[in-house]
């Protein structure tokens, strides 16, 4: 059948940083800068991002638009005779299906709040709503609600579906956080939280610089939608006129900007109406920031408003991402076995409604993957991808990598590949093995 494409650059773009624009940034970031130590947090995450992140998100695209495939085809074309290689795209694809079923519980917990932010029904007793919505019979009924959402964008397809949707939501989720940091910010005792966020204190460095580069290089993958071969899949429907150091770069910053932007939203709302950090993650789990966010929430004027925004902009950026990891096992099944879109993606959503329903029932197994074995499967996903394009790609990689860049992008090619064959490997493969022993 035949294959399709994006309609236009901005569409891939928009579709790739909705990707990566999810509960990465808006859930797990803040709650990961509270617990690690807040501007000491973002200036190490940040410098990964440059570092790792933009090289890494290269090496994705350079594989998926010379294979035109999804991360298992991709790896087994490129390397014929060698069906190793495609095992490894193959574990890229089984970790887009782990992702998305501790993810759409998560995505299940922001349709409740949306809904319920209609009333404010949640604002009385922010802590005991939490409790009673987070696990069991009803997370798992939200599950199913967030995952026919996701199930009916990927059935639109490539064009039909993903990029116009991300088109939509993308600009809407820039501006309702935009308009909800300039908020944030202005009110009394906001500033405290801003500090915090923004006044850089290298005391967390100083203290456990593993841990800290550890967390931050989890998150940077995480939030990049790298090492699950999201960005192989994207790539696979771009056409060979793009830039990749420029879209890679343009999607780096977009992605990252809205990070910090939830943190404009998150830090100051804590501090102003919380008091600190008495309630974030770092003392109460990942519910903490529904908690935290929730209670500021009573004790604004039109809170049920300003709630309605926040849960919106959270569920935008949930979906963008959630899209992205269905596509996934959807393009192998139709690339490799030549599975109909709707069949694929009715079958690979029944299947994630079981394995999400794990996760919804049983906060240990939840919180095993969302942290411990994502972490652990993003890091080894991404380090397989870097020696692939580095070591059996080779000067084919360079070559896609110069395919529609300008005299400035090309001149990056050759120390792009060099730290793709070595550093950046190494870094993650000493990460991994940190992550291992931390067990």
């Known amino acids: 059948m035949a294959r399709e494409s994006w309609t236009s650059r901005v569409g891939f773009i928009l579709a790739a940083v909705g990707s990566a624009v999810g509960l990465g940034n808006v859930w797990r970031f803040p709650w990961m800068t509270a617990e690690y130590g807040g501007s000491a947090f973002l200036v190490v995450y940040l410098c990964i991002v440059l570092l790792v992140g933009v090289p890494g998100l290269?090496?994705?695209?350079?594989?998926?638009?010379?294979?035109?495939?999804?991360?298992?085809?991709?790896?087994?074309?490129?390397?014929?005779?060698?069906?190793?290689?495609?095992?490894?795209?193959?574990?890229?694809?089984?970790?887009?299906?782990?992702?998305?079923?501790?993810?759409?519980?998560?995505?299940?917990?922001?349709?409740?709040?949306?809904?319920?932010?209609?009333?404010?029904?949640?604002?009385?007793?922010?802590?005991?709503?939490?409790?009673?919505?987070?696990?069991?019979?009803?997370?798992?009924?939200?599950?199913?609600?967030?995952?026919?959402?996701?199930?009916?964008?990927?059935?639109?397809?490539?064009?039909?579906?993903?990029?116009?949707?991300?088109?939509?939501?993308?600009?809407?989720?820039?501006?309702?956080?935009?308009?909800?940091?300039?908020?944030?910010?202005?009110?009394?005792?906001?500033?405290?939280?801003?500090?915090?966020?923004?006044?850089?204190?290298?005391?967390?460095?100083?203290?456990?610089?593993?841990?800290?580069?550890?967390?931050?290089?989890?998150?940077?993958?995480?939030?990049?939608?790298?090492?699950?071969?999201?960005?192989i899949t994207y790539a696979s429907y771009l056409g060979e006129d793009n830039s990749l150091a420029f879209d890679g770069s343009t999607i780096s910053v977009l992605n990252t900007g809205v990070g910090v932007l939830a943190g404009l939203v998150v830090f100051p709302l804590l501090f102003a109406f919380q008091g600190g950090l008495s309630d974030t993650a770092s003392g109460g789990g990942p519910g903490a920031l529904f908690v935290s966010v929730a209670g500021a929430f009573q004790q604004v004027p039109y809170g049920e408003i300003v709630a309605v925004g926040f849960f919106g902009a959270i569920l935008f950026a949930a979906l963008s991402s959630s899209i992205s990891m269905l596509e996934i096992p959807v393009a192998y099944l139709v690339d490799e076995h030549d599975v109909s879109r709707r069949n694929a993606t009715v079958g690979l959503t029944g299947l994630v409604l079981v394995t999400g329903a794990v996760c919804a029932f049983n906060p240990g197994i939840f919180g095993f993957v969302a942290g411990t074995l994502v972490d652990l499967m993003l890091t080894a996903g991404l380090a397989g991808f870097l020696i692939f394009t580095g070591w059996v790609l080779g000067a084919d990689a360079l070559a896609e990598f110069d395919s529609g860049a300008g005299g400035v992008a090309r001149a990056l090619g050759t120390p792009w590949l060099w730290s793709v064959r070595t550093i950046l490997p190494l870094f993650l493969l000493v990460t991994l093995a940190v992550n291992l022993y931390a067990l």
């Not at 495939?69 to 795209?89: I, Q």
């Not at 782990?98 to 299940?108: P, R």
């Not at 319920?116 to 987070?134: C, K, Q, R």
């Open 58 to 231: 290269l090496a994705e695209f350079v594989i998926g638009r010379r294979a035109k495939r999804n991360p298992a085809g991709a790896l087994a074309r490129l390397a014929p005779g060698t069906k190793s290689w495609g095992y490894v795209g193959l574990f890229g694809v089984v970790t887009g299906l782990v992702l998305l079923s501790f993810y759409s519980v998560v995505g299940g917990w922001i349709v409740r709040y949306f809904v319920a932010s209609f009333t404010g029904s949640y604002f009385a007793e922010p802590g005991a709503y939490f409790d009673a919505i987070s696990f069991g019979r009803e997370a798992a009924a939200f599950q199913i609600a967030f995952l026919a959402l996701t199930a009916l964008v990927v059935l639109g397809g490539v064009r039909g579906g993903i990029e116009k949707a991300t088109k939509v939501m993308m600009p809407l989720i820039v501006v309702l956080l935009a308009v909800l940091a300039g908020w944030a910010v202005t009110q009394p005792g906001a500033g405290a939280g801003l500090s915090f966020y923004l006044d850089f204190d290298p005391t967390p460095i100083k203290r456990n610089p593993i841990d800290m580069l550890r967390a931050a290089a989890g998150q940077a993958l995480f939030t990049l939608s790298l090492g699950v071969g999201t960005m």
